[in-house]
């Protein structure tokens, strides 16, 4: 291991993405008629696990070719295994529980099994479905080395994919039809999902859900960087909270916003016994989960009925466990403010111009090496949800680093206006005890603008945003943060006063 300008390098992880790579992983097109979709028994796997497949298809065969995502020298994947032709067959509807309105597919028969054997490198995979007739679609999933100690925990948001996954027509966020369970009122909706079942395919995505914009770009950028990473999802760290422990850095993906008790837990202790901790993306740690089995298997079912009294559990004294709205409503009433930085404010309208990103205190080691100074606008970062300091909830050492207008004119806030604005606010602050760093970018989008721009007129906020997020990593990597950059609290200076 060494260190290098963009964090800790692996030479393990180098010379893996030195090897041969393929764009043969991209979906390019699809057939004008057909379909193809399937869904994974786990959201993790293990060497020497077997991981079942359940495939719906129009297609008369099909295979799976499983990819690592990574650089691999600019192509992006690795082909790493391909099944044989597998007949395909047109799965019968997934049933609806109501009162819950689960949407689950676990009456469908197992399609194909395969083991996870050595030559799966750990990291990120896409099980790419390829019918006979060339249609195509995705399957996430994780492969984790439970021994690793590697120095970044990247961790998958299969929690916040599956509360936001439209198959069947129920989430968290929408349903259909009347309500259920006796609620009345227009948020959240009535006739929403109670709880969410991974036994079913990714609807958007062509199968990978947000993988493309809210993980693969930072993923892309730390095996192009040779970066020590160890990959696992949320449900890992659910189920083994005891692994955070082994890294010196939790690495937080894109609207990483559903977590169950467990991980929070496991989070909050390994920080405060020095592990660093980088919230990539605004919304995280908001609304809480648990898991439940499925007839498929353990843990394949997820609970959020985001109103404490509708839970089964409302009552019984496990406070930890029942649903509310969010962490920070009754029974649980622990709000992950002061933990994260700054509390969630709103968003950006889905058809308003992307807003940029502005510069508060250059002189901070984030912005080392980049040349912008104070009030530096980074155009096209700002997209969809925001985070910002909220004055109540500051530790004193709370560090500004970006303090980003937001004209209402172009979002949805309830967490206060000023001059009609609202404001993103990137934030950094080091535990006195720890010494731990937790760092907040204060935007959802922030991931998905390492990607690199395709030639076009506007300008580009990629190179920024990659070497602001190679600087975080630096730091991160080489232990308690606050033993070499404590935070320098000024968020009390923030003009309009507590904007």
Known sequence: MHLGPDGVVSPTIVAENRKSGTAAWEITHQPPTGSIQGWANTTYAKAGQ?????????????????????????????RIWASKAVKGEVQPPCPLTPDVNMVSCDN?????????????????????????AGQASYVLLTVWDPASTATYLVVARSLTEEGWNTYGGYTYYQGQGACTLGQTGSYPPCNRARIVSFDRPMQIGQGASDFFGDEYPLVRFMEQHGLDAAYVSDITVSEHPSIVMHHKVYVSLGHDELWTTAERLAVQSAAAHGMNVAFMSAAPLVRHARLQPSPIGPDREEVDYRNATEDPLHGSGRTRTVTGNTFATPPTDTPPTRFIGGEYSGYVATDATPLPFVVYD???????????????????????????????????????LGHSPIPLSSAYTSQGQWNGDTYSDMTYYTDPTSKAGVFESGVVSWISRLTVCEPYPGPCPAHDVARITGNLLHLFGRGPA??????????????????
């Open 482 to 499: 606050g033993d070499l950059q404590p935070s320098a609290g000024n968020w009390s200076q923030v003009v309009p006063a507590g904007s």
């Open 362 to 400: 250059a002189s901070a080691w984030i912005f080392k090496g980049t040349g912008l100074k104070d009030g530096t606008r980074i155009p096209d970062v700002i997209r969809s949800d925001i985070q910002h300091v909220n004055p109540s909830t500051a530790a004193p050492d709370l560090q500004v």
């Open 108 to 132: 469908w028969r197992r399609s194909l099994s395969f083991r996870i054997t050595r030559a799966f490198v750990q990291g990120d995979y896409l099980l790419k479905l390829v019918g006979s």
């Open 50 to 78: 077997t991981v079942g497949l359940y495939v719906t298809t129009t297609a008369p065969t099909f295979r799976v070719v499983a990819y690592r995502m990574g650089y691999y020298q600019g192509k992006g994947a690795r």
